[in-house]
């Protein structure tokens, strides 16, 4: 690319290297320009960080694809300066929040001291309670997530790795480099999941002990502490599963089918003779309710069904018709421990 196709003018860089440089794909001398130019003042900082957040909020949903992010910063450099630029950016920010279901919350990680200083971007995905959705990494990787789901990671990438951390459920497509490897941190750096470049999905809900992560395609290597203390690997083959309790510290592995691991991406829930415990506990994160068992009996009970894109409502009816449970639906007059309403699921035995 020729120098002048870069830049504007002969400080000022345009758009197309400015998306270069959120995509973590600049050479070290435009990202040293880009950087010099934010350190300029605020206005450019904030023209940077703008521009990411409708690059990001473009990729996670087509709805928002008429959105052109070269023409919004040439729109933005043209604008006013002061209240008028604030309010557009949080106008953006908000349609973007309500387009997707997917709350987008960025942070400027370093501040700029010096001109050849790196600047990070912290993001912050969230998938709201009861929803669904994915976002495309700046390397070419998507990342699928769960409800009430949280995806954390700086842009740009390190050079050594490509660090995200994860809370609640995921699956990942990840895009193949072997020079700089792709880690999954969860559980609060309790395991870290290092690939090259694959397919998998992992579990790790904040109130749960076991993290599971499901191998559909390539390798992985699953690094944590035994119960000795002692920094172990172990590695996954296709259509293998760990079951690691970042509590017990034990690590159980074995074969499966992986479709009912994945099948959450498209709207369906597939149960082959799978204790209640674990079906409750899909249902609870698929529709944001959460279960009571009254009778104890219920938990020792085991239940097979396929359900694509079905209401929890016709989900409970065919439990309470193949499993001989009545149910009962309880919705909370008071906010929990995150402020928000919930609805409860009472299962007892049918007498």
């Given at each position: ?206 109130d749960e002990e076991n993290i599971q992560t499901t191998l559909v395609e ?18 996954l083959k296709p259509s293998e599963k760990a079951d690691f309790n970042h ?105």
């Amino acid at each position: 690319m020729v120098e002048s196709d870069l830049i504007v003018n002969e400080r000022e860089p345009n758009a197309s290297l400015l998306l270069s440089y959120i995509k973590g794909r600049a050479s070290a001398s435009e990202r040293k320009q880009v950087e010099e130019w934010m350190a300029e003042n605020e206005e450019n900082e904030q023209a940077v960080l703008q521009l990411g957040r409708i690059y990001f909020a473009q990729r996670t949903h087509q709805r928002i694809a008429s959105r052109d992010p070269h023409a919004a910063f040439e729109s933005m450099q043209k604008r006013k300066k002061g209240r008028q630029v604030k309010m557009w950016i949080q106008r953006i920010a908000v349609a973007a929040a309500c387009l997707t279901g997917v709350v987008f919350i960025t942070k400027l990680a370093t501040k700029v001291q010096k001109p050849a200083q790196q600047i990070s971007q912290l993001i912050t995905v969230e998938a709201n309670p009861g929803m669904r959705t994915h976002i495309h990494l700046p390397d070419g990787t998507t990342a699928y997530l769960n409800s009430n789901s949280t995806l954390t990671y700086t842009i740009p990438f390190d050079e050594k790795e490509r660090s995200v951390a994860l809370k609640g459920e995921a699956y990942f497509k990840v895009s193949h480099n072997a020079e700089q490897p792709f880690v999954v941190s969860v559980a609060d750096d309790n395991m870290h999941i290092r690939v090259l470049g694959t397919e998998f999905n992992v579990q790790a809900y904040q109130d749960e002990e076991n993290i599971q992560t499901t191998l559909v395609e390539g390798s992985v290597k699953l690094l944590y502490k035994n119960e000795s203390g002692k920094m172990v690997e172990q590695s996954l083959k296709p259509s293998e599963k760990a079951d690691f309790n970042h509590l017990s510290k034990n690590m159980m592995v074995k074969t499966v089918d992986t479709e009912f691991d994945t099948a959450w991406m498209d709207g369906r829930l597939v149960f082959k003779d799978t204790p209640l415990p674990e079906v409750l506990k899909k249902l609870s994160h698929f529709y944001n309710v959460k279960f009571e068992v009254t009778d104890p009996i219920i938990r020792s009970y085991n239940f097979t069904g396929t359900f694509s894109n079905r209401q929890l409502s016709q989900i409970l009816d065919y439990l309470k018709i193949s499993s001989n449970i009545n149910y009962t639906i309880n919705q909370s007059e008071k906010d929990d421990s995150e402020g928000v309403k919930y609805t409860t699921i009472v299962l007892r035995k049918r007498s």
